[in-house]
């Protein structure tokens, strides 16, 4: 038998700008020194779980995050400029208090003046997964690299998801991943901020065992 196609979204390692709390968007930033460490580790990790192909925003934190999984793997990596991160506008090189101080009223809806909508980015984002999925095989497992918010937003828009909830969910941290399973029912969430090799789940509830 053949398990169902799963996907990967695995955010990039750590950054300055990470650290600083500084609003990144589409701003170019390196990964800094943990941050390459974290992409080896946890490429280490995900190379278990042979991925049938990789596909990464070309932002270079993004980038050399999936090189490291290239690198264990032996795969090349395919870069898609709709997997980038959420553009920030005018709060791009703001730290979160800079924001809260000078824009109160676009804060309180996390809408940076300039920047894209909450819309925009998942409808993006959905259309890179969708010619993603043509690479791998009915069995497939594509690892997607990208970006914090760009994966929550998208993923949540994916599994059909009303806006209104997806506060509800919280982030990726630096170099951890959430899985999406391809079930009887559609696509759901598999496991969410992980940083360890996904397992399977044990349990009585039907969701665990329709797929």
């Known amino acids: 038998m053949t398990g169902p196609r799963k996907i990967v979204l695995w955010r990039h390692g750590q950054t300055a700008w990470n650290v600083e709390r500084r609003f990144q968007g589409t701003t170019d930033i390196p990964l800094d020194q943990t941050g390459v460490q974290q992409a080896a580790r946890s490429a280490r990790l995900l190379a278990a779980l042979r991925p049938s192909a990789i596909v990464s925003s ?3 934190r993004a980038s050399a995050t999936a090189g490291a999984l290239s690198e264990v793997t032996g795969l090349p990596v395919n870069h898609d400029p709709d997997l980038i991160e959420r553009g920030g506008g005018a ?47 009915d ?5 997607v690299v990208s970006h914090g918010a760009a994966v929550r ?18 982030g990726l941290s630096n170099c951890c991943w959430s899985v999406l399973e391809d079930g009887r029912l559609g696509w759901r969430l598999v496991e969410h901020n992980a940083g360890t090799l996904p397992e399977p789940v044990l349990s009585d509830d039907r969701a665990a065992g329709d797929g």
């Open 153 to 170: 937003i998208g993923m949540l828009h994916w599994l059909g998801f009303p806006e209104e909830l997806w506060g509800r969910f919280g």
């Open 139 to 143: 069995d497939g497992l594509l690892v």
């Open 58 to 60: 070309p932002l270079q």
């Open 91 to 137: 709060w791009e090189g703001l730290t979160n208090h800079e924001i809260r101080t000078r824009y109160p009223s676009e804060h309180a809806i996390w809408q940076p003046p300039g920047g894209e909508t909450a819309e925009q980015v998942a409808k993006r984002f959905g259309a890179a997964l969708e010619r993603a999925l043509t690479r791998i095989p």
